[in-house]
């Protein structure tokens, strides 16, 4: 019972919580949990600007604490569990998507997708159907639904019977939206935050050649793409310093102790 999730070791970057997962043990976890869960779990997407985030947001750090898993999206976090001695490996939030697409469409499992713009999310529908034609997709919806108009789209996805879901809402948005509605589905067992993946699935954001994800450099492709991250990539050299001094003192701590 609940093999491949007790096999999951959680570990902590700069006080982020992250799970010791590559694709493999992520996948066996969440169809392991699909099957045997009672109740509704997520899956969220750590990197550094993630452990940003989660120190100027309680609730945010609070929900990812309590996350069924919490996969290691980010070269910075790979380097930096590796440092603490973890064989890491990077799982991408887009890629994970797929893959959980893949394996819906081999065991029947029913998927609800909801968040974006109309077309982006109508596009990410016809895209998926098209890569994998087994795929059930029984129910969809943008994001741009009004808080009052909440409970339609919560019957809309239980009339649905989805086992899976796919919220599209973006940081902190997704996780709020969780923490706010996911006790209320009744048949969803596997809640992903996917955040921009939809824009990947149709095209509009191109991912960086397998070559360079390979090299770990698709954080520079995307520069690239969108000059508009230079700020954000100001704190992944932040993140690098911070994770590069606790490694040198916890070494140095440990050779005077010794």
Same mark, same amino acid.
């Given at each position: 019972?609940? !093999?491949? !999730? ?54 945010? %750090? ?14 910075? =976090? #790979?380097?930096? !569990? ?8 990077? #799982? ?18 029913? =998927?609800? $997708? ?22 059930? =997709? ?13 409970? %339609? ?6 009339? +649905? ?16 939206? !969780? ?14 935050? #996917? ?5 990947? $699935? ?41 994770? +590069?001094?606790?490694? =040198?003192?916890? %070494? ?7």
């Amino acid at each position: 019972m609940r !093999m491949h !999730m007790n096999k999951i070791k959680r570990t902590s970057i700069l006080g982020t919580p992250v799970d010791c997962v590559d694709m493999v043990l992520a996948l066996q976890s969440i169809d392991e949990y699909i099957q045997e869960a009672k109740q509704p779990g997520t899956v969220l997407a750590v990197n550094p600007e993630k452990v940003y985030a989660l120190r100027e947001n309680q609730f945010l %750090k609070d929900f990812f604490t309590k996350a069924t898993i919490l996969i290691p999206d980010g070269i910075g =976090i #790979v380097m930096a !569990m590796r440092l603490q001695g973890h064989a890491a490996t990077r #799982v991408p939030g887009a890629d994970l998507m797929t893959e959980i697409c893949a394996l819906a469409s081999k065991h029947g499992y029913r =998927i609800f $997708i909801y968040g974006a713009k109309e077309e982006i999310n109508r596009g990410a529908v016809e895209r998926l159907n098209t890569i994998y034609p087994s795929l059930q =997709i029984v129910g969809r919806a943008n994001g741009y639904i009004f808080e009052e108009d909440m409970h %339609k789209l919560i019957s809309q996805i239980n009339e +649905s019977k989805a086992d899976i879901l796919f919220v599209a809402l973006g940081s902190p948005r997704q996780e709020e939206w !969780m923490y706010k509605y996911l006790q209320q589905l009744s048949t969803v067992r596997i809640c992903q935050g #996917v955040g921009g993946t939809l824009d990947t $699935i149709v095209g509009n954001v191109k991912r960086a050649p397998r070559f360079m994800q390979r090299l770990n450099l698709e954080w520079f492709y995307r520069l690239i793409q969108q000059p508009t991250r230079a700020k954000r990539q100001l704190k992944l050299i932040s993140f690098v310093w911070e994770v +590069s001094s606790d490694f =040198i003192r916890s %070494k140095f701590g440990r050779s005077r102790t010794s």
